[in-house]
């Protein structure tokens, strides 16, 4: 499920972060060139999805709210590769609809916390599902870190992919590893998370 549109715009996002918000991108080689991978981190602000798309020229299906389907946005995210959840339920569909795209040696980009962090919390509460879709398909989990604000020609802003690594069985212990990994880079002074 490598998408035209994705190829087609990544390069545009990329050039307009690099031009606009100067990020400093860090860890890049953590990021394999194949094989199945989530990137899983901290969701700091709408535009967390092309920072993370400007970072690497693999394609990313990111998991988006099901509002995202509707009209002419919703074919946009579709052609862009985005899987649709269902938050009220467990979503099995959009689970297995990953791990399809992981079994195919692709990447899904993830926040797990599942909506944008507006408080003063490092972090809002992991969903497990980045931990979950890992375990079950054998797939390297990449924690990455967003800090720095996106305000126009500032500097500040930056991403950090760590080492990947392998979930082990206890998915719950892994989710909490993952998100005291985050809190840990985010606590290091790597600055400002919001």
């Known amino acids: 499920m490598d998408v035209l549109l994705y190829r087609i715009v ?4 990329r050039f307009l972060m690099i031009i606009l918000y100067r990020p400093k991108y860090v860890g890049l080689d953590n990021i ?3 094989g199945g991978i989530v990137l899983a981190g901290n969701h700091t602000n ?3 999805c092309w920072l993370l798309m400007s970072s690497t020229k693999r394609t990313i299906h990111f998991l988006g709210k099901d509002s995202l389907s509707k009209g002419l946005k919703g074919l946009i995210f579709k052609n862009m590769g985005l899987i ?7 979503d099995k569909e959009a689970l297995n609809s ?5 079994k195919d040696n ?21 969903k497990i599902g980045s931990v979950k879709m890992a375990y079950d398909t054998n797939s390297y ?14 500097n500040t802003l930056k991403i950090e992919f760590l080492k990947p690594y392998k979930v082990k069985k206890d998915l719950t212990e892994e989710n909490n590893k993952l998100r005291n990994i985050i809190e840990k880079r985010l606590e290091a002074g790597n600055g400002d998370s919001k």
């Open 10 to 13: 990544r390069p545009i996002i």
């Open 32 to 34: 394999p060139k194949d």
């Open 46 to 48: 709408i535009l967390d």
């Open 84 to 90: 649709f959840v269902n938050r009220n339920i467990h």
């Open 98 to 102: 990953a791990k399809e795209v992981l």
């Open 106 to 126: 692709k990447v899904i980009g993830i926040f797990p916390e599942a909506t944008i962090n507006r408080g003063n919390d490092l972090t809002l509460p992991f």
């Open 141 to 154: 989990l990449i924690p990455f870190v967003i800090t720095g604000k996106y305000k126009i020609f500032n």
